[in-house]
């Protein structure tokens, strides 16, 4: 467990730096004000006790100039304040004109992302380091919210509308992402990974995936070609159980008996999806007969067992099925 | 003038006849149109409310102790939020210091028999209760999960849950608060006695005229939007439902157009209280009486022209984010002048230890937090990185937890002789004044920290990076519980047991103090002509404190 | 602060109030049948607003009550024009949301309605 | 309970309670200033994104229905001023008669806006399923439109189905889908309006009704009558809703036509 507390969260973007110097000295005023009223109130609290329990305080009921002073100072903090963060704001909300565009789309409760060249992903992006990237987002059904603390940005996703954010990745590294606005049951299991990477790091693994590759990316890339994506989420909270750790191991089925989950397990849930339904889930699969080749099968295969070694998500099959309404 | 000179509390009976007292059975309380009967009638139902979202809070904090959320279900922690803030805020925080302390003390701190429409007053309870009927049967069928801010679409189409109930509840509950604030509005304007002039009135009655105001001009438009909500989740309509062309956002215009001076409804009564207490217990006329009394009317007006903050990253037009950011810089200058204020009367006071002034000088600081870090998210800079975030969640937990609460308890304390006739355990009740600050502080200090790391608000997972700073807040939060526990005890112990109080057992300068305690149902034996400046300990001999002078001959002046 | 005993207006005073209502009626269903562009919303509103205030200060005694009363009417309409006016203003001066012409790429488009 | 000019309790003079009665009713109606004033931002922000879709809207109601509608109600409001004038007066026979031609005027309009709502239904117009803004062009025997008024209506609604294609809030719907969507927007705000101030129509007669039979009794006249003065005020109230909702609801784009 960690041993100390974080206190700021890692600078990774170009509006980071800024935001935390305005936040440094926003602090600073107003530590200074906290500071000084606190102080104010235990000193007048001690110095100025009663001593007799009849006596009075001092009449005094005010003064004006006072008054004026302490509405006229804070007045211009307040303005330096309003103008430093609204200068960090509008160049936040004027996006610079050579970005990469990434289209995102929000929906209970995933983040579906398209580069610029058309692969698409799922709760996860990759971007190159020090260029400006801009985000067009929608939403297929409510609120959400794009947010990136590395980055100190965020934008909500509306329905109807499309909104847009942007920013420069300054360091190469792995950052969570968020939904920050509240979007119903698994609100907060709707976030992922942003990968910021190197140019020519960003380069290959664009250009690596859209050639013929190992079985296990092809298998990777059916999977979301053939919409698997939308119900075997990784965390197990789709409409289908998580392909994580499931490979090799024993799998518990609604009918009470185990399976273990070997290569003819896969593929007769591919094929026959309701022959045999993992506890927790219900049968909603469609079958994939026909649909996909002997040599596909062998891919999606791979990839699932590719996945073996990745945490399975903590409780298979205690969580409800989603049931948003459509 | 009827105040007769102070003496030492103790020994002493309760008035023979009192507003308890003077009938009794089921129906001479549930049909009373007695403003102090109506006041308890609040105070009982308030309670209640305060209980329910006191254990859902208990339980999400509860379920936040360790990461991965093992103690309910995603779907049941949202609906605990959910529970938690529609029966915080629309059942306890709006009626709370209003209905209860305003409906018990207004007509007597200005002189009169009763409020201008009583009946209306005994129908806003009933009102209320209708609507909390409604919320309660949401919340047992059920519940709600779209979060107290009902955004739309996720209310009006995609929630599974009993969302129609609530929102009708908290559209009936609107129209109590609005017959309240009309109330008030209309009992300072005709119901003042002779010689309360316009600068005479208590702070708490400035305050509360300044909150009836946004009771007036905003919870209308809260139901209008609700109900537009209701219909669209009702009948499929598409006011603000984006596959018929609705915006959303326009349903986020409305909403905070009403919730935000909504928490100006929280904490100015909170204000007045504080002004009430602090004169008191320092034994001095409060310093800058007009600044204090304007910046509450300034607080009630700028405050309906910032709600857009709340809707910095909606996409909201950035011409707009910059107005509205600028406007929420200016509102924080009346509650700023307001702690200068109190800090100054602190100077050269006869300052006392008594409960209600611990509550008193805890506001203060607390509010002195949450309204600086009010600031940080009035910054659109750093909202883009705090907005929606447990920094937000710690900002108005200080706002309303620490202000609006702590003055409701100031003041429960501070006027518990009057209301009841009877003290509680001092020293019991300093304890628990302490308690409360030391939990309050420990449960939500950090989540400031939190929220400036990112972690989201209303997640009932975390990464695990957050753990160390979830567990403190959940260690502060068991402490506040029992700071709430114990008034509950010692108060309804000292309802029957506590020492007899007296007329004036602080002594204290207003007009309530001038009447027995418990008042009369009538509240004074005989109509009360004020000759006396508000706060002043100088010229009342008849308070038997020391250094004081006579009357100087002052002249009602100010009439309106 | 006492309001002053109540004005009473005489039925001539009522009677032309009605005439001028009736007329605005009609004028107001004329001017909407000939095309004045973007000034047909302006009149009808105009028309609307003077009728609106015929009525309250005759018909509900708005120019003979208390000041207090007055203050009062004022400030109903005051917040409502608050709340009208700072809500058109956000959805006036939205730039910002790339139009559909920027966001042209055949594939997103697909993407976008998947 | 409601003996003539009695004193109650909580007030000192009688003056004061009359003075406290009316500053409450103008703050009650302030409120619903406010209360109307949410669906009017409602209306103003979609008329404002989807102006063809409220023309065509607009132009499918019955402009003869809500003419005959406002005169309806303005004569309402000065009989009921009249009655205020009457207990004013004295002339404690002319309260009661004047209070009822303010309730049969006020029951006129609300029968006028059934035969309306029927209207609407008949023609598919009533949000939901069935909703179907061309319903007319395409039946206009069921409609009773013929001759011009049709050709009309058949080039304004294919003027619509092409305006709303390039709508930018829906860049992937098009034509008749958006169209329909967004007029269906309008007659939610059509319902949800004229529905409103309805509701408050018949609270209002309720409030007429007592108020009957009370006048009949003789009890209103030059010392009290501050029942009949707030509820004219409400029913005055009731009447400028109206004078506001018949422009934007009728008239826009009428010229279009």
Redo the contacts between chains.
């Keep these: 467990m960690q041993s100390q507390i974080p206190l700021y969260p890692e600078q990774a973007s170009n509006f980071a730096p800024q935001v935390d110097t305005l936040v440094v000295f926003m602090m600073a005023v107003c530590l200074f004000f906290a500071v000084a009223i606190c102080a104010a109130v235990i000193f007048f609290f001690f110095k100025y006790q009663r001593k007799h329990p009849d006596e009075i305080g001092v009449p005094i009921h005010g003064d004006l100039r006072l008054e004026i002073t302490w509405i006229v100072l804070p007045f211009f903090l307040l303005l330096a304040m309003f103008g430093w963060g609204a200068v960090i704001y509008v160049d936040y909300r004027h996006t610079p004109t050579d970005t990469l565009d990434i289209y995102v789309i929000g929906k209970q409760w995933m983040w579906k992302l398209q580069q610029p060249d058309g692969r698409k992903e799922i709760n996860e992006l990759h971007v190159p380091v020090n260029r400006d990237v801009r985000l067009i987002m929608a939403s297929e059904d409510v609120i959400h919210d794009f947010s990136v603390p590395a980055f100190r940005v965020k934008m909500d996703v509306v329905p109807g509308h499309y909104n847009t954010m942007w920013f420069r990745p300054t360091k190469v590294g792995k950052y969570h992402f968020f939904c920050s606005q509240y979007c119903g049951t698994n609100h907060a299991v709707m976030g992922g990974w942003v990968e910021v990477m190197e140019a020519d790091e960003y380069a290959k693994w664009l250009s690596g995936t859209s050639g013929s590759g190992d079985p296990v990316s092809m298998g990777e890339k059916l999977y979301n070609e053939l919409a698997c994506n939308t119900c075997h989420l990784p965390d197990g909270k789709g409409r289908g159980p998580s392909y994580f750790g499931v490979y090799g191991s024993k799998v518990k089925l609604a009918d009470g008996s185990t399976v273990t989950a070997d290569d003819a397990y896969i593929r007769e849930s591919i094929l026959q999806p309701n022959a045999k339904i993992v506890a927790g889930y219900v049968p909603v699969m469609p079958s994939f007969q026909g649909l996909v080749t002997e040599d596909q099968i062998l891919q999606l295969t791979a990839y699932i067992k590719s996945l073996k070694d990745q945490p399975p998500p903590g409780r298979p099959g205690a969580t409800e099925p989603a049931t948003g309404k459509k | 003038m009827s105040s007769a000179p102070i003496t030492p509390s103790g020994g002493e009976k309760l008035p023979r006849e009192h507003y308890l007292n003077a009938t009794y059975g089921i129906r001479s309380w549930l049909l009373t149109t007695d403003h102090k009967r109506i006041a308890l009638l609040y105070l009982i139902s308030v309670t209640f409310f305060f209980f329910i979202g006191g254990i859902f809070a208990s339980l999400i904090r509860i379920h936040l102790l360790t990461p991965g959320g093992y103690l309910v279900t995603p779907e049941t922690y949202n609906k605990l939020f959910t529970m938690h803030g529609v029966a915080m805020i629309f059942f306890f925080l709006i009626p709370s210091i209003p209905a209860v302390l305003g409906n018990f003390l207004i007509p007597i701190m200005i002189g009169a028999k009763d409020l201008a429409f009583p009946k209306i007053n005994l129908l806003s309870w009933y009102i209320y209760l209708v609507g909390g009927g409604f919320v309660l049967y949401s919340f047992a069928t059920g519940g709600l999960d779209t979060g107290w801010t009902f955004y739309t679409p996720l209310s009006s189409i995609y929630s599974n849950s009993a969302v129609t109930p609530a929102v009708i509840g908290i559209f009936i509950n609107g129209f109590s608060s609005i017959l309240t604030g009309l109330n008030f509005i209309v009992t300072v304007h005709t119901m003042r006695a002779p010689g309360m002039t316009w600068m005479r009135l208590p702070l708490f009655v400035w305050a509360h005229y300044a909150t009836s105001i946004i009771f007036i001009l905003g919870t209308p438009v809260i139901a209008i939007t609700l109900l537009l909500a209701g219909l669209e989740r009702m009948f499929h309509l598409g006011f603000f439902n984006p596959a018929y062309g609705g915006d959303p956002i326009l349903f986020q215009h409305m909403f905070w157009f009403y919730s935000h001076p909504a928490v100006y409804i929280m904490i100015l009564p909170a204000m007045g209280v504080i002004s009430e207490i602090i004169p008191t217990f320092a034994r001095k006329p409060i310093f800058g009486y007009d600044f204090i009394a304007a910046s509450s009317i300034g607080i009630a007006v700028i405050g309906f022209i910032v709600w857009a903050h709340h809707m910095f990253l909606t996409g909201q037009s950035t011409y707009s984010a910059v107005a509205f950011s600028f406007l929420t810089f200016l509102v924080a200058i009346p509650s700023a002048v307001k702690v200068f204020n109190w800090t100054s009367t602190l100077y050269k006071g006869s300052i006392s230890f008594d409960t209600p002034m611990l509550y008193g000088l805890g506001f203060i600081g607390l509010f002195t937090i949450g309204g600086l870090t009010g600031l940080f998210l009035a910054c659109l800079g750093l909202d883009i990185h705090l907005h929606d975030t447990y920094f937000v969640v710690a900002h108005f937990h200080y706002i309303m937890v620490g202000g609006a609460i702590m003055g409701y308890l100031g003041g429960i304390h501070f006027w518990w002789p009057k209301i009841t006739g009877r003290l509680y355990p001092e020293s019991l009740a300093r304890i628990a004044a302490i308690v409360l600050f030391v939990g309050f502080n420990l449960t939500f200090f950090p989540q400031f920290i939190l929220g400036f790391l990112g972690m989201p608000r209303r997640y009932h997972d975390y990464p695990p990076e957050y753990q160390v700073l979830n567990v403190m807040s959940t260690a502060g939060a068991s402490i506040l519980a029992l700071g709430y526990l114990l008034p509950m005890v010692y108060l309804t112990w000292s309802m029957r047991y506590g020492k007899v109080a007296g007329k004036n057992p602080w002594p204290a300068t207003g007009l309530e103090w001038t009447t027995d305690s418990p008042p009369l149902t009538e509240n004074f034996h005989e109509t009360p002509v004020v000759d006396w400046e508000v706060y002043d300990f100088e010229h009342r001999p008849e308070l038997g404190l020391l250094g004081a002078v006579s009357k100087k001959p002052a002249p009602a002046h100010g009439d309106d | 602060?006492?309001?002053h005993s109540?004005h009473?207006?005489?039925?001539k005073v009522?009677?032309a109030?009605?005439a001028a209502?009736?007329v605005g009626?009609v004028l107001?269903?004329e001017a909407?049948?000939?095309?004045?562009g973007r000034w047909?919303?302006i009149l009808?509103?105009t028309?609307?607003t003077i009728?609106?205030s015929l009525?309250?200060l005759?018909?509900?005694h708005g120019k003979y009550?208390?000041r207090?009363?007055q203050l009062?009417?004022v400030?109903?309409?005051f917040?409502?024009a608050?709340?009208?006016g700072?809500?058109?203003?956000?959805?006036?001066?939205?730039?910002?949301?790339?139009?559909?012409s920027q966001?042209n790429d055949p594939?997103?488009?697909v993407?976008?309605?998947? | 309970m409601h003996r003539t000019g009695e004193l109650f309790g909580q007030y000192r003079t009688l003056e004061q309670q009359k003075e406290t009665a009316s500053l409450g009713m103008w703050v009650f109606l302030v409120t619903e200033i406010l209360f109307f004033g949410g669906v009017f931002l409602a209306y103003t922000i979609n008329r404002h994104a989807f102006p063809t879709a409220f023309g065509i809207g607009g132009n499918m109601l019955d402009l003869n229905l809500g003419f005959a509608n406002t005169i309806v109600l303005i004569a309402s409001s000065f009989t009921m001023a009249m009655s205020v004038w009457s207990a004013q007066t004295s002339h404690k026979k002319l309260v009661p008669i004047f209070l009822i031609l303010t309730l049969v005027l006020g029951s006129v309009f609300l029968g006028i806006k059934v035969v309306e709502y029927k209207q609407k239904f008949d023609h598919h117009l009533i949000p939901g399923h069935s909703f179907d803004i061309s319903y007319c062009s395409k039946n206009p025997t069921a409609c009773g439109l013929s001759g011009k008024a049709l050709e009309d209506e058949k080039k304004e609604i294919e003027e619509g189905i092409q305006a709303e294609k390039g709508n930018p809030k829906d860049p992937d719907e098009g034509g008749l889908v958006a169209l329909n969507a967004h007029a269906q927007l309008y007659f939610s705000l059509y319902f949800g309006m004229t529905g409103l101030h309805a509701l408050h129509m018949i609270i209002g007669a309720g409030l007429l009704f007592w108020l009957i039979l009370e006048a009949r009794k003789g009890r209103f006249d030059a010392n009290y009558n501050t029942p009949v003065d707030n509820i004219g005020l409400y029913w005055h109230f009731v009447d400028i809703v109206w004078i506001f909702l018949f422009p934007l609801l009728y008239l826009i784009n009428r010229h279009l036509a």
């Design positions: 602060m006492a309001d109540e009473i207006v005489s039925p009522y009677a109030i009605l209502l009736l009626t107001t269903v909407a049948k000939i095309n004045l047909n919303i009808a509103l028309i609307a009728k609106m009525v309250i005759f018909f509900m009550s208390s207090r009363t009062v009417i400030a109903g309409f917040w409502l608050i709340m009208l700072l809500t058109l203003q956000d959805y006036s001066t939205r730039h910002a949301e790339p139009s559909r966001i594939a997103t488009t993407f976008l309605r998947s």
